[in-house]
């Protein structure tokens, strides 16, 4: 019989190949954005908030702030490396107001990350405290993550259509909600991990409903689209008394 630890550690594994996807998942949009050399009405704040998030919890993993956290050290990494491609790619293909938005909340980030380093390894003693401060950091900053897709549901119920809501990233904020949940429910009972990934379900889950309601809409938009595109070639009539005249 599976005993509770070995149980968490499954789900666990689970989760991290789940994060893998969410991290992966925005690869279609980019490639999509470097086909057309351009980024349209995408945004950047998803992978702005996830660079952050993503840096906190490598920093998390440490072994002078989280000793014997190697899992979650390489998954946020891979994460964190993913990030800097795609707002990479969204910086070369951005508009100049689109770029300075990125390289000024990259610089922010920085700042603020190097800020609270120093802070947690100077001012704090001991991995009991440095967890405890640096595990509330990432908690914001994963609810950050998780609610930065959210942004766009307003243009959603607006427009109606789910162009510039991409459905991966939604499934995989979703899935990767629902199993750190779980882990978080599973012994040893976690309150941090449950209420960040906890409210990264919910958050997930409203956009798969915003995606299964409007989706339909935005097929029907596409469709208009392509018939727009395709247009009859010119049909140019000459009278016998045009083309005697311009013999």
């Excluded at 009972?189 to 906890?198: K, R």
Aim: net charge positive.
């Amino acid at each position: 019989m599976v005993n509770a630890a070995s149980a968490r550690t499954v789900v666990g594994i689970i989760g991290n190949v789940i994060s893998f996807g969410l991290f992966f998942s925005p690869a279609p949009t980019f490639y999509g954005i470097i086909k057309k050399k351009a980024v349209e009405e995408f945004k950047p704040d998803p992978y702005l908030a996830t660079v952050l998030n993503c840096a906190f919890w490598v920093f998390y993993g440490m072994p002078f702030v989280h000793p014997h956290s190697l899992l979650v050290i390489t998954i946020n990494a891979v994460g964190l490396v993913f990030e800097f491609i795609y707002l990479s790619i969204f910086y070369y293909y951005a508009t100049r107001n689109g770029r300075k938005k990125v390289l000024s909340w990259v610089a922010v980030e920085f700042v603020f990350f190097v800020g609270i380093a120093l802070v947690t390894l100077l001012a704090l003693h001991g991995t009991h405290q440095r967890s405890l401060v640096v595990g509330i950091v990432c908690d914001v900053f994963n609810i950050m993550m998780y609610t930065a897709p959210l942004t766009i549901m307003a243009k959603v119920i607006k427009t109606k259509s789910v162009r510039y809501m991409p459905f991966w990233l939604s499934l995989a904020n979703f899935c990767n909600g629902v199993c750190w949940t779980a882990y978080a429910l599973i012994y040893q009972f976690d309150l941090y991990i449950l209420i960040s990934n906890g409210i990264g379900a919910v958050s997930g889950l409203i956009q798969l409903i915003l995606y299964a309601c409007y989706c339909s809409c935005n097929n029907a938009q596409d469709a208009d689209d392509q018939k727009e595109d395709v247009k009859p070639p010119p049909q140019i009539q000459l009278s016998v008394q045009d083309a005697t005249t311009r013999v």
